[in-house]
């Protein structure tokens, strides 16, 4: 009898050494397991948080691979010639309106004062519009959603960023600044070159030749292999066209509104001459 109890006192206390065990092992399966389980909750939490690129932020990251310093450096000059000319089509007008005298011309200092109160004036409200180029912003990024899909735009961001494809870049904006010169050329839009903005002349001259050494590569080795590879291909040929085509022509239209601006700009200032056209009359 005592031999039984003793059989199930020892069996009684094994189960319980058995069942604290299994709890001890299933405790450190769990602290096991956690980790991993608390791993698997941040990831998720971190792609769910990530923020989605909106097409919009695409073209914006696609736009800044592009510089447009020779069209900068073409447009400012045509507006300064076109500044130039509003401020001297203004100050001819004003001698006839008030009698001035063939003696009020280009050559008399108090025209050349008023001259060039009018021109500070005036440039910088065409020239400050055009440099930002925020008026082409939201046009931008609907030819480029209306051409290109969200996987094309990654494409391009990404073959653009690579040691060729920014020389591809300059490549368009060189192509682009040709256009706008060509067409301001042979529509008569670009005048003679004024004496006063030769500085500009030769500023836009350096940056066009510049801008065109920049883009050139030897066609023979790798990186010229792929850059024709992708000249050649649809995504390349579609995002040159419409490059060319699009923004050319919003570039052009741009110009043409701030040129027209330029007459505006001349009579909202033309108080500034006041002073300089008193002074001619005591002279005369």
Do not use: C
Not at 33 to 62: C, E, H, M, Q, Y
Not at 222 to 247: C, M
């Amino acid at each position: 009898m005592i031999d039984v109890i003793r059989y199930n006192l020892a069996m009684s206390t094994s189960g319980i050494f058995t069942r604290m065990k299994d709890r001890v092992n299933s405790i450190s399966q769990r602290a096991k397991s956690f980790p991993i389980f608390l791993t698997l909750v941040l990831f998720s939490g971190l792609l769910l948080s990530a923020p989605v690129r909106s097409a919009k932020d695409l073209a914006n990251d696609l736009w800044s691979i592009h510089s447009f310093d020779s069209t900068s450096a073409i447009g400012t000059y045509f507006l300064k010639q076109e500044a130039y000319f509003s401020v001297d089509k203004f100050l001819r007008q004003v001698g006839l309106e008030r009698e001035l005298g063939p003696e009020w011309n280009k050559y008399d200092p108090w025209w050349r004062q008023a001259e060039e109160a009018l021109i500070e004036r005036v440039e910088p409200g065409l020239i400050d519009d055009y440099r930002n180029y925020e008026w082409i912003r939201a046009d931008w990024t609907l030819i480029v959603e209306d051409k290109f899909n969200d996987q094309d735009i990654e494409r391009l961001i990404k073959h653009f960023k690579t040691n060729i494809g920014l020389k591809q870049a300059s490549l368009i904006d060189h192509s682009i600044a040709r256009q706008v010169m060509m067409s301001l050329t042979f529509s008569g839009k670009l005048k003679s070159p004024l004496k006063h903005l030769n500085d500009d002349l030769q500023l836009m001259q350096e940056i066009y030749h510049r801008e065109n050494a920049a883009m050139q590569f030897v066609t023979t080795d790798l990186e010229g292999a792929e850059a024709q590879a992708f000249a050649l291909s649809r995504l390349g040929k579609e995002y040159f066209t419409t490059l060319i085509i699009s923004v050319t022509g919003r570039i052009n239209q741009e110009l043409d509104h701030l040129s027209s601006a330029s007459e505006t700009l001349t009579l909202e200032h033309a108080q500034a001459i006041d002073p300089y056209v008193a002074s001619f009359l005591q002279d005369y």
